[in-house]
């Protein structure tokens, strides 16, 4: 067992990046309710179908905090598609589907992937797309009491990937102006985009409805060796009083049981 908890700060798997010993999702949410987790979040639960899900996540008694919207062909930068020219119509419908997704599986936060900039002269075609589109997707959410939740995604991850600055992401949250759209903030994007780690965390913890986390650069567990110190990121979470979850969203450095005893080690200082 594990604890579902570090320093009082509530955790959640991504079963995207976790527990990739099952091959089968639904093997994952068993395999997290095994170890002792409360919730999980999925990055992709469109393998399944959704009322398998519910029953799978209800079985298990988990919550579930995130999904993801679905995404398509990478290689048309479809990686998401709030961003994208052209594609308001599958935005519009992959959100649809995300919104139903989670109202089934009770989720309350679903993470609006953005899409690749292919073509880096149309910018600022994404530019009022990204905003267009957020701004049809607030109503749909307010109805369905959900938040949409955008992220910044560092370029080493994603190259092209057309959020990676904070600064535009305050900026459209603003522009949007809806409480049903508001930041997730990743510790790994945050580190790799911009560091200040501090200061950063403070300045946009307003807008933070989500956090996740992983070691900067193998976006391995907390406690490896990496650029990040995790004992005084969560202490500075709890300092901030963040009543959210936190998702692990690191790449076992071997496997998930085993490199779960970093909770262990780290929330025993
Ligand atoms: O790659 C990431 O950090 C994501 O959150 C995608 O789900």
Redesign the pocket.
């Known amino acids: 067992m594990v604890p579902s908890t570090i320093k009082g700060l509530r955790i959640c798997p991504?079963l995207?990046f976790l527990f990739q010993e099952e091959s089968s999702l639904l093997n994952r949410y068993a395999a997290a309710q095994k170890l002792g987790f409360k919730a999980v979040e999925t990055?992709n639960p469109y393998v399944n179908a959704v009322d398998e899900l519910r029953r799978v996540k209800d079985d298990c008694g988990l919550e579930q905090v995130l999904i993801?919207t679905p995404v398509g062909d990478a290689s048309k930068g479809e990686v998401g598609f709030a961003s994208l020219p052209g594609k308001e119509h599958q935005f519009l419908h992959g959100l649809k589907t995300a919104v139903q997704y989670a109202t089934s599986l009770e989720c309350k936060l679903i993470?609006i992937?953005a899409g690749l900039v292919m073509d880096p002269s149309l910018v600022d075609d994404h530019n009022k797309t990204y905003v267009n589109n957020l701004k049809k997707a607030a109503p749909i959410l307010e109805a369905a009491g959900i938040v949409g939740i955008i992220?910044p995604?560092n370029q080493h991850?994603?190259p092209g990937y057309y959020l990676s600055d904070y600064d535009k992401a305050v900026s459209v949250i603003k522009d949007v102006n809806s409480s049903h759209i508001g930041l997730?903030l990743?510790v790994?994007?945050l580190q790799q985009i911009k560091g200040d780690v501090t200061h950063s965390l403070n300045e946009y913890f307003p807008l933070v409805k989500h956090v996740?986390v992983a070691q900067v650069p193998d976006r391995h567990e907390p406690d490896t060796p990496g650029e990040l110190n995790y004992d005084y990121v969560f202490n500075l979470l709890n300092k901030l009083n963040y009543s959210g979850w936190v998702g692990l969203?690191y790449k076992p450095a071997s496997t998930t049981e085993q490199g779960l005893k970093w909770i262990e080690r780290l929330g025993n200082h």
């Open positions: 991504n995207n990055g993801n993470h992937m992220e995604i991850s994603v997730l990743d790994f994007h996740q969203e």
